[in-house]
């Protein structure tokens, strides 16, 4: 069971965090779901603020990054109510809200890609990309989308 290896690990799903604009946590297309940018938010509120690299540590984007993905499988659970049927995590995007001259994108979403091997064991491999930008929603520090498969039947 996913959420044991979870809860095995000191950690829970939370419930999709509430949009912050027009748009919804997940949707599901056949056999993918699709997340929205999920903030590191714990309980409504922002775990982290600023930029990595200045007002948050390289090793506080890691733990934003890991909330982040936390927040993504809240949001694909909403969708499909069981964490145990998805087969593959397929892509994570990490967009790090980076102060001048940080270039450590990738270790920061190490963050997010090493919990998912974590609770997923070789189907928590994936693809992604980690970009480094100038401003996030409400200063966030990081905002991963992640691109799950999910089992069939």
Do not use: W
């Not at 909330?67 to 593959?88: F, M, R, S």
Request: charged share 25%; with cysteine.
């Amino acid at each position: 069971m996913i959420e044991d290896k979870i809860k095995e690990l000191g950690l829970s799903v939370p419930e999709a965090a509430k949009p912050l604009a027009a748009y919804i946590p997940a949707i599901k297309v056949n056999d993918l779901v699709m997340t929205s940018g999920q903030l590191p938010t714990v309980k409504g509120e922002l775990k982290f603020k600023g930029k990595v690299g200045k007002e948050v540590s390289e090793d506080e984007g890691r733990q934003a990054a890991e909330i982040c993905a936390l927040n993504c499988l809240g949001a694909i659970k909403g969708v499909i109510g069981d964490l145990d049927k998805i087969e593959q995590v397929v892509k994570l995007t990490a967009f790090v809200n980076s102060a001048d001259g940080f270039t450590a994108q990738p270790k920061v979403t190490n963050g997010a890609s090493e919990l998912l091997g974590k609770i997923f064991g070789e189907n928590g491999k994936h693809s992604r990309s980690a970009v480094g930008v100038s401003e996030l929603p409400i200063d966030a520090p990081v905002e991963i989308e992640m691109l799950v498969k999910l089992r069939h039947g």
